[in-house]
């Protein structure tokens, strides 16, 4: 049996009953914990907590947390670090003036990903992923939701989806696998868009089915990109095998994409930069958690997402870091709560519920995962000393994460 015994915990956070899948609304500024206590950890499982007060004399592993808090491991439920290089260069272009959508009519972008990804060995690729995979783990994060989509034809989405499998079989993070064939239109399908779609629904669906490589579907609906009806029959047809949509919605305009997601049942819509009164009566009326990616907003420059609307009209809210190398260089989620407490004006403690157990919700590992609940993973991060929870995004450059264990082991 492999024990652990955390002690002197100044405050446990995020402790909820197996009950709770989500939290939404007025709710979501709450962040039940216990102070001065203890945790039991067996066999990569939460066995107990309580307070110091009563402390049980166990004869195995202590860690003394004295003046740290102890919270769920974060649960990044939007990621796309499977990718070949990195594009600084497009940073620059940008710097200059160039928009998101310039840069990508001009074979930059997606498709400049695309170019590298093709022309890296899957090895090559599998070890660039594992850095951000550590890099990540390095920062809290214990659960992670990676995409396909710098495929763009059956055999390179194939060989991103077997890279995230090999992910899933060599690292400690829980990690769901997204295939997003719809990410951007190949330019030799420029003229003939719907050969592209029937290539997605009629060739790399099927295959990625086959081989099992994916948990959920993914497609960029937005201005641009993808539209509602091209979703709509993609979403269809992988409905067939099973995968549930999490997709890329209203980055760019409202596009209809939060609309034919919930229409389709997507676990979570994401990115909701142009949300309106419209789509949040849509999300009300369903089971999909939105979710809103701020580091996008604030590399791109975008529009911020209206998260205290959506929170005031009693929505859950999920935070997730976009980490790819166009839009969100960065997996760092303290960062991520940062920006969401400044640019889209989330207390603290909402940032801390959107980044654990309303994540674990938005890629389906709430079960077992995102709060301090006996029975769940000890997927757990031990801050350093600092003096309320409030400090994490407040000081937004600082590394204020002491220790970080996975499935019961320091990592
Ligand atoms: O989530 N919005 C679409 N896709 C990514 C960007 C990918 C890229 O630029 O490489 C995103 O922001
Ligand atoms: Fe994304």
Redesign the pocket.
């Known amino acids: 049996m492999n024990e652990t015994l955390l002690i002197n915990i100044k405050s446990l956070l995020q402790i909820r009953d197996s009950e709770t899948d989500l939290v939404k609304g007025a709710e979501m500024a709450d962040l039940p914990a216990l102070e001065n206590a203890w945790l039991h950890v067996v066999d990569g499982e939460i066995k107990a907590f309580g307070s110091m007060d009563d402390c049980p004399e166990l004869n195995c592993n202590r860690f003394d947390c004295s003046g740290r808090f102890v919270l769920p491991a974060w649960c990044d439920s939007h990621t796309?670090i499977v990718y070949a290089g990195s594009r600084e260069s497009e940073f620059v272009d940008k710097i200059k003036g160039l928009t998101y959508e310039e840069i990508a009519r001009n074979g930059g972008?997606?498709l400049n990903?695309a170019a590298r990804l093709h022309d890296t060995s899957e090895d090559d690729l599998y070890e660039q992923a594992l850095k951000r995979a550590q890099e990540i783990i390095s920062y809290g994060t214990g659960a992670v939701e990676i995409k396909s989509g710098y495929g763009l034809n059956t055999n390179d989405e194939l060989k991103m989806l077997r890279v995230v499998r090999r992910l899933k079989e060599t690292t400690p993070l829980t990690i769901k696998a997204s295939f997003l064939g719809a990410?951007a239109l190949p330019q030799q399908y420029k003229a003939n868009r719907e050969a592209y779609i029937r290539e997605i629904t009629d060739e790399m669906l099927p295959a990625v089915a086959a081989e099992g490589l994916a948990d959920y579907v993914d497609v960029?609906c937005d201005k641009g990109f993808f539209t509602v009806d091209e979703t709509a029959r993609i979403l269809e047809k992988a409905a067939k095998y099973n995968l549930q949509p999490k997709i890329?919605a209203n980055?760019l305009d409202y596009s209809g994409g939060i609309q034919v997601g919930v229409q389709y049942n997507a676990l979570s819509v994401d990115?909701l930069e142009y949300t309106g009164p419209e789509e949040i009566e849509v999300l009300l009326n369903s089971k999909t958690m939105p979710t809103l990616?701020p580091s996008?907003a604030f590399f791109l420059r975008l529009k911020q997402p209206p998260a205290r609307e959506m929170i005031q009209a009693g929505l859950p809210v999920a935070l997730a870091s976009?980490y790819?190398?166009?839009?969100?260089p960065s997996g760092r989620m303290a960062f991520i709560l940062s920006l969401a407490c400044i640019n889209l004006r989330m207390l603290p403690e909402e940032t801390i519920n959107a980044a654990t157990l309303n994540g674990a919700y938005a890629m389906g590992v709430n079960r077992d995962l995102g709060s301090i609940t006996v029975g769940k993973k000890a997927n757990l991060i031990v801050t350093s000393e600092i003096s309320s929870p409030a400090f994490i995004p407040y000081a937004f450059g600082s590394q204020l994460i002491d220790k970080v264990m996975l499935n019961g082991k320091w990592m």
């Open positions: 796309h972008g997606i990903s990410h960029f890329h980055e990115h990616l996008t976009d790819n190398p166009g839009s969100s």
